[in-house]
């Protein structure tokens, strides 16, 4: 049986980070795609007729939706087979969902924050879709795209918005991550999405992560340049019983928190943190993790 866990695994550990120059550079004119809501809708009230809804849903979605089936949705069948083991789910979020088109005038406050700090910035299209609850937020080529029934409370929407805007304008290299890298990865999203937008995503990590720094730092210095996760990231199974999901998210972000305090040029600070090359090299000039190191 497919589990949830390989598809956040997916979903995040092989996400690439984009930094193109043909999407819009004025964080006021950023695009907001909303139609596959109401398509998915339109298809879940013809549940139970012949045939399958969702394959309209798929076939006439944005590119957005397109790009979130491999991996994710994976096919007709799949989705409307979770939509049928998950009916009362996505019924629990049918009425906010359709609200998701006020968020956007905060969504382009923390934009406009993000382009004051880092001019570089760009701002693709962002789709929000509905999904097979097994993914909350990704990028592609194409934009940000947004599984909205997997939140729990669409307050939060702007949050999530703000953390995968900041990974599709990072720019590292290209290959398969160790835990470090991969942590700072999601913790510089963390980081910076929080500068902007005021919160941010993994506040169960954060608590859990601060309450428990020492024992932590010490563990993670040992595991940090291995490939494989260790329950750190992505809901894994290996994680130890009583931690909550994506303390690797915390551990970069106070990383990438060091490194910004530390620095005198706050907003070369965060062109650094978007463009590392060296993530060790980094991690020393945080100075996060040294009295760890050192010993």
Request: with cysteine.
């Amino acid at each position: 049986m497919r589990t949830i866990i390989l598809a956040l695994i997916l979903c995040f550990a092989i996400r690439p980070s984009f930094g193109q120059n043909n999407f819009e550079s004025d964080p006021i004119k950023a695009r907001f795609i909303t139609h596959d809501i109401s398509n998915f809708w339109k298809a879940f009230d013809q549940l139970g007729s012949s045939g399958n809804p969702f394959r309209d849903y798929l076939k006439i979605g944005s590119v957005g939706l397109k790009d979130f089936i491999p991996y994710r949705i994976e096919n007709p069948r799949n989705l409307k087979r979770t939509v049928e083991d998950r009916k009362s789910d996505y019924e629990r979020i049918r009425k906010e969902s359709h609200k998701i088109a006020q968020s956007t005038d905060q969504i382009k406050e923390h934009y406009t924050t993000f382009k004051e700090l880092y001019e570089e910035a760009i701002f693709p299209p962002t789709y929000f879709v509905i999904g097979a609850f097994n993914s909350g937020g990704t990028s592609s080529k194409n934009g940000l795209i947004i599984g909205v029934e997997m939140q729990s409370d669409i307050k939060n929407i702007p949050y999530i918005v703000s953390h995968e805007l900041i990974h599709f304008n990072q720019n590292y290299p290209s290959k398969e991550m160790t835990l470090l890298e991969q942590s700072i990865k999601e913790g510089s999203a963390d980081f910076i999405g929080k500068l902007i937008s005021g919160k941010h995503i993994n506040e169960s990590a954060a608590t859990y992560g601060n309450a428990n720094e020492e024992i932590l730092c010490s563990e993670f210095i040992e595991i940090m340049d291995d490939n494989s996760y260790h329950g750190w990231l992505y809901g894994s199974k290996d994680k130890k019983e009583g931690r909550p999901n994506d303390l690797g998210y915390w551990i970069g972000y106070k990383i990438c928190e060091s490194y910004y305090i530390k620095a005198s040029n706050k907003k070369q600070a965060i062109s650094d943190i978007l463009k590392i090359s060296d993530f060790k090299d980094f991690l020393i000039k945080s100075g996060y993790l040294a009295k760890y190191l050192n010993n």
